[in-house]
């Protein structure tokens, strides 16, 4: 669906008088967008309905409101897919006093459930910044600001006649892509020792007695969204009774989550006629901008939202422009 520039715009999907349940529509949504590169003060996910919900239509939209709820009832859609969080913090009580209180009651009642993408989608490649982008035109687009922090190293030590097995497993579960590549895993063959002690059950080896065994120490990174299941596969695939393995928090750029983006125009423009094309672009009755420079643009930099904090990694990447949502007045003069 192609993003417009309009918080009461919507967009009503069927799917095609199939039926599904709200557990498959949610895995599909989370396997391209995870809920887990969501800021920590997000609520993204499923905020009302239960997984086993049968759904056969669903309504697109930025917000929810009690008109939206009303919407989706007039058109039998059992689900509700928005970017804004209905319960953004946490609710202590249900009376109906608020907006937000009203919608959640009146979805409650109708049995219409909700599901909302919100931070995640901002900075998943692919996802809104991206959309920006490509709604300007840009080329050569790459997250502005990339995300620390969010991959992990495993690092395991596996039999040899269980290695390809249980890297493999690994890998489904997830594991070992970077960038263009996937299977990447470093591998190095050693001996690992162990004694069984009483009550044990070895894949190998005698009670009481000091084992040699051939292994190999396999290493591979993961999104730490993923470490549940990339333990459960590890544990489900791997011979031993004790599995050894070792987690480790990295501070590597995620390449393909972040805050923002950064793209070219095809040949350099008037900033002037720039500023009135992204007017046009995005349907906007106005729109506020700093003083002219006179100087000619081609390097964008943009991010949805109000993302004033990123104004220097802007400059730091010679951005000619820096687009985004929300501005407070005297934040305009940082820009200079």
Not at 76 to 91: A, M, T
Not at 154 to 177: Q, W
Not at 186 to 204: K, M, Q, S, V
Not at 269 to 293: P, Q, V
């Given at each position: 669906?192609?993003?417009?520039?309009?918080?009461?715009?919507?967009?009503?999907?069927?799917?095609?008088?199939?039926t599904?349940?709200?557990?498959?529509?949610?895995?599909a949504?989370?396997?391209?967008?995870?809920p887990?590169?969501?800021?920590?003060f997000d609520n993204?996910?499923?905020?009302?309905?239960g997984?086993?919900?049968?759904?056969?239509?669903?309504l697109v939209?930025?917000d929810?409101?009690?008109?939206?709820?009303?919407?989706?009832?007039?058109?039998?859609?059992q689900?509700?897919?928005?970017?804004?969080?209905?319960?953004?913090?946490?609710?202590?009580?249900?009376?109906?006093?608020?907006?937000?209180?009203?919608?959640?009651i009146?979805?409650?009642?109708n049995d219409?459930?909700?599901?909302s993408?919100?931070?995640?989608?901002?900075?998943?490649?692919?996802g809104?910044?991206?959309?920006?982008?490509?709604k300007?035109?840009?080329?050569?687009?790459?997250?502005?600001?990339k995300?620390?922090?969010?991959?992990?190293?495993?690092?395991?030590?596996?039999?040899?006649?269980?290695?390809?097995k249980?890297?493999?497993?690994?890998?489904?579960?997830g594991?070992?892509?970077i960038g263009?590549y996937?299977?990447?895993?470093?591998?190095?063959?050693?001996?690992?020792?162990?004694?069984?002690?009483?009550?044990?059950?070895?894949?190998?080896?005698?009670l009481?007695?000091v084992?040699?065994?051939?292994?190999?120490?396999?290493?591979?990174?993961?999104?730490?969204?993923?470490?549940?299941?990339?333990?459960?596969?590890?544990?489900?695939?791997h011979?031993?009774?004790?599995v050894?393995?070792?987690?480790?928090?990295?501070?590597?750029?995620?390449?393909?989550?972040?805050?923002?983006?950064?793209?070219?125009?095809?040949?350099?423009?008037?900033?002037?006629?720039?500023?009135?094309?992204?007017?046009?672009?995005f349907d906007?009755?106005?729109i506020?901008?700093?003083?002219?420079?006179?100087?000619?643009?081609?390097l964008?930099?943009?991010?949805c939202?109000?993302?004033?904090?990123?104004?220097?990694?802007?400059?730091?990447?010679?951005a000619d422009?820096?687009?985004?949502?929300?501005?407070?007045?005297?934040?305009?003069?940082?820009?200079?």
């Amino acid at each position: 669906m192609e993003l417009k520039n309009n918080l009461k715009k919507k967009e009503e999907l069927n799917f095609k008088n199939t039926t599904m349940q709200l557990s498959e529509i949610v895995s599909a949504i989370e396997e391209a967008i995870p809920p887990g590169i969501q800021e920590t003060f997000d609520n993204s996910g499923l905020i009302i309905g239960g997984l086993q919900r049968e759904i056969n239509s669903a309504l697109v939209t930025i917000d929810v409101t009690e008109e939206v709820i009303d919407e989706a009832k007039q058109k039998n859609c059992q689900l509700i897919i928005s970017h804004h969080p209905l319960i953004f913090s946490g609710l202590k009580k249900l009376t109906g006093s608020g907006c937000v209180e009203r919608t959640v009651i009146k979805a409650v009642k109708n049995d219409i459930a909700i599901y909302s993408a919100h931070t995640n989608i901002d900075v998943i490649t692919g996802g809104v910044n991206s959309k920006i982008c490509e709604k300007i035109g840009l080329k050569n687009c790459r997250i502005l600001k990339k995300k620390t922090g969010e991959l992990m190293k495993l690092v395991t030590f596996i039999p040899i006649s269980h290695a390809d097995k249980v890297r493999e497993a690994i890998f489904a579960a997830g594991a070992g892509k970077i960038g263009n590549y996937d299977n990447c895993g470093y591998n190095i063959e050693g001996t690992g020792t162990f004694r069984p002690l009483d009550n044990a059950n070895p894949f190998t080896g005698d009670l009481k007695k000091v084992n040699f065994e051939k292994e190999i120490r396999f290493e591979t990174i993961f999104p730490k969204y993923l470490k549940t299941d990339i333990i459960k596969a590890l544990l489900k695939s791997h011979p031993y009774e004790e599995v050894a393995y070792d987690i480790y928090l990295l501070e590597n750029e995620f390449n393909i989550v972040g805050m923002g983006m950064t793209g070219e125009l095809e040949s350099e423009m008037d900033e002037h006629d720039f500023l009135k094309e992204l007017k046009k672009k995005f349907d906007s009755g106005i729109i506020r901008h700093t003083k002219y420079l006179n100087k000619k643009v081609k390097l964008i930099a943009v991010c949805c939202g109000s993302c004033i904090s990123l104004l220097n990694d802007a400059i730091s990447e010679k951005a000619d422009v820096f687009v985004t949502s929300d501005v407070k007045y005297h934040d305009f003069f940082d820009a200079d």
